[in-house]
């Protein structure tokens, strides 16, 4: 892990990857606001800006998914309707994952048309099919067997899905924002709740990252993803009542703590204004 000359030449401050599809073909609830969002990165000029690289993502293998998901399980996506853009979700985050990692970004923003944090080995709910961490991390272990990696899933939903699959690994830190609703930590040696109240705000919300930052730090993680929903936005669909603000401050924080090796991954968030300025601030920052 490592950084030789060599990799210094062509390396970028953030590889953003990205999709049409997502807005056309991705679960209802979340597509809508993938297009105003790409459109606001556009309009702010962060797209030509020297040092962002976009890349078109590209579907995740099969087998893969096998690895991480049982048959019935992956029968039940087939059926969904939602398969196809559930791979592509997923090899958008193992290409963002993996541009990072290598080396060749300093940090990666990945754009997704389904979300993966419901998704555990054996079911799925919530506009989740496939874990795209859980699916990056794997295919990152195969080629350096002993990375160590945090997760902060900032989605005020349950992250339940990653804490079946990765919450019992040594190597991984799970750091789970959560409005509560009796779910609680269980099992994996690294595992950290942090359950907030259903109108928390931004200060109460700000306390518990820095608590998350604290932990990941202490980790000393080779990759951290952040599990990125603006569903905690007051005018998105989820708890934790958010505002405006609070998105590009955040990631100015895990900028701080972490100035490279993060792999944002989109989750929860439904409304086209909440998106354009949340995810506006935070490629914003990372961009910078
Ligand atoms: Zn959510």
Redesign the pocket.
Known sequence: MTDEPGEKKGRFKLALIYHPDFATRGYPALRDRVAPAYDELRARGILEREGVEVLTAEPAGEELAARIHSAPHLRGVMNSGYYEISLLSAGAVIQGASEVASGRADNAFCFVGA?G?HASADGFW??CYLNDVAMAVTHLRDSEPGMRFAIIDI???FGDGTRDILGPDADVLHVNFHSGYGMGSEGGPNNLDIALPHQAGDDRFLAGVDEALRAAGDFRPDLLFVIF?H??HHDD??AFELSDDVYGVFAREVRQSFPRRVCYVL???SNPRVARRAIGDVVGELAS
Do not use: E, I, Q, T
Request: hydrophobic share 15%; aromatic share 14%; charged share 15%.
């Open positions: 979300a944090h919530g506009f989605d005020p939903h929903g569903d905690s669909y989820g989750s929860g968030g």
